[in-house]
């Protein structure tokens, strides 16, 4: 293709899943383009007449935006799910749902929970799909979650009557209680019903999101924990698979996937729902000091048991050693260092208190089954 080939764009700026593919796209563009986007600032809702004369070569578009007239300019087009089922013949960019479901409920059984939730909307694709693996999961490993029935649309007056249900549900389940909402926005809306029925935040209710938009998830009081997606990553996989398409690779309905990285923690899940106040100490002291290397001896003089007792006392209430936790708790601080920063091997060796690379390369792989530079380069948004 001699000329600049001319990309249309349907995908809103006004949340972080979105930007975060654009993001994506862009450095595609500037690394193999360039090309020329047509994007629509008004949200999704297109021109169709002003389209047909640009002489575009390709689309990335939501489905919601998909339609009869979009569709009949017969171009490379990649579709990036939200309400709908997935596509046979469209290549699509899809959201990886039993991961995201699989980290929630993992950070939420790391803080003691065992009474649990979900909360969506009925009827999107990837919120069914999240709802279901959050049951299977949890099923799986002997819980029963409560799931929120919406209503149907035409039998939801206001907001107002929908906060109303939310808050007598979340009243009428067991505390403490760990819930995931289906994303950030459904997430502010439990935090919002938590208030409307005088319930404490994370205390009895502890609620974790999907997305990791930073402004809606810094909104919510308290701030909400959101599963980290990588957005930016999938958008520039989807740019390059569209490069193929506009060169001619047939559509044969290829999927790229959206893969969570990690939890960002919040003050919506800042607790450790247990009741016993001894391993609540030793759990605490741990959290506070995972960059030394303490050890098991350490977390037993922060508490007024002997070490039989504490370790009886922490396996039965985490299913877990001490040993155990101090290792995972340093895992996942290493983690958040190789995502969230740029700072080198050597750099995060002195962070943690390692000897040497060799040294935290052996400790993290033997924790994550991964090497650190492998787990950069799969989960990095940077």
Aim: hydrophobic share 40%; with cysteine; glycine share 6%.
């Amino acid at each position: 293709m001699d000329r600049i080939p001319r990309v249309i764009l349907l995908i809103e700026t006004s949340r972080a899943f979105g930007r975060g593919l654009l993001y994506g796209i862009a450095r595609y563009s500037r690394l193999h383009g360039p090309w020329a986007f047509y994007r629509e600032p008004r949200g999704l809702e297109t021109h169709i007449p002003r389209l047909k004369n640009w002489g575009a070569d390709g689309i990335i578009m939501r489905d919601s935006a998909a339609n009869k007239e979009l569709l009949e300019l017969e171009l490379p087009t990649i579709t990036v799910i939200h309400g709908s089922t997935v596509q046979t013949r469209l290549p699509s960019v899809i959201t990886d749902s039993k991961k995201i479901s699989q980290l929630a409920v993992e950070h939420l059984l790391e803080r003691g929970f065992r009474s649990f939730a979900f909360c969506g909307f009925k009827g999107s694709y990837w919120s069914d799909e999240r709802e279901k693996y959050f049951m299977d999961i949890l099923s799986d490993a002997g819980y029963q979650p409560s799931i929120y029935k919406q209503p149907q649309p035409k039998k939801i007056e206001t907001w107002l009557s929908e906060q109303r249900r939310i808050a007598s549900w979340l009243s009428s389940l067991p505390k403490p209680l760990g819930v995931m909402a289906c994303n950030d926005d459904r997430g502010h809306h439990v935090l919002e019903a938590c208030k409307v029925a005088r319930l404490r935040v994370p205390e009895e209710v502890a609620v974790v999101g999907a997305d990791d938009d930073a402004l809606i998830c810094d909104l919510c009081d308290p701030p909400l924990t959101s599963v980290v997606l990588d957005t930016e990553k999938a958008g520039f996989a989807a740019a390059e698979l569209l490069d193929r398409l506009m060169n001619g690779e047939s559509l044969r309905g290829q999927r790229i996937v959206v893969n969570p990285s990690f939890v960002r923690g919040r003050q919506s899940t800042d607790i450790t729902a247990i009741n016993d106040a001894e391993v609540v100490k030793a759990i605490h002291f741990i959290r506070k000091n995972a960059r030394n290397r303490i050890n098991v001896d350490e977390v037993v003089k922060s508490t007024s048991l002997g070490r039989r007792s504490l370790e009886t006392r922490f396996k039965r209430a985490l299913n877990r050693s001490i040993q155990q936790e101090i290792r995972r708790k340093r895992a996942e601080l290493i983690e958040q260092m190789l995502v969230e920063t740029d700072m080198t091997i050597s750099e995060i060796v002195e962070q943690y208190d390692f000897s040497d690379a060799e040294h935290i390369a052996r400790y993290f792989r033997k924790e994550r089954g991964v090497g650190l530079r492998d787990f950069r380069r799969i989960h990095s948004t940077r």
